[in-house]
């Protein structure tokens, strides 16, 4: 598949949803860096049968074989695709064009432009970030705002909805404090 002209245009963004974490028993790190992860599903080139890889993409709700995270929980997926060639033009992007943009955010505040960003990849428009537009504001139309208070480093955040104090806690025994 020849790459689109303009890196956004892609097919491989995707608007940003939850994952089940980075996933570690299913996929695997190709690469990373501070801010996004690039990942192969193991079942990829493992020799698996293709009983077994049909059966994959019937009862998983993702079909793709590569896909690329951002690098902090809850680990929203961004972009997606079969073709490790078109992915890798997107982490090629990623790295030349918005890590060095996201080091330079407030501390705790990457995350959220992060996601500002891949929405607006997902639309196949020109991030702001570019064009030094962005604000937290790009992220108006996600379907979870985090909140403008919330900050990812705040130990009182809660790490699952981003948007609300956290009430209770689980300690590494299990048992759960309040």
Request: net charge negative.
């Amino acid at each position: 598949m020849e790459a689109a002209s303009e890196p956004w245009l892609s097919n491989t963004w995707q608007s940003p949803h939850r994952t089940v974490g980075k996933g570690f028993m299913i996929w695997e790190e190709l690469k990373a860096n501070k801010y996004f992860v690039l990942q192969r599903h193991r079942m990829e080139g493992s020799g698996v049968s293709g009983f077994f890889k049909i059966a994959r993409r019937t009862f998983t709700s993702h079909t793709c074989l590569l896909r690329i995270v951002i690098n902090t929980f809850p680990f929203p997926l961004i972009a997606e695709s079969d073709d490790a060639n078109e992915l890798e033009e997107s982490w090629k992007f990623l790295e030349e064009k918005v890590v060095h943009l996201l080091a330079e955010m407030p501390k705790g505040s990457w995350y959220y432009y992060a996601l500002g960003i891949a929405a607006e990849l997902a639309k196949k428009k020109e991030p702001s970030i570019l064009k030094g537009e962005a604000t937290k504001g790009t992220l108006d139309d996600q379907d979870e705002d985090p909140g403008p208070d919330m900050d990812m480093d705040d130990p009182m955040c809660c790490k699952i909805c981003l948007s609300a104090k956290a009430v209770m806690a689980v300690t590494p025994c299990g048992h759960l404090v309040s």
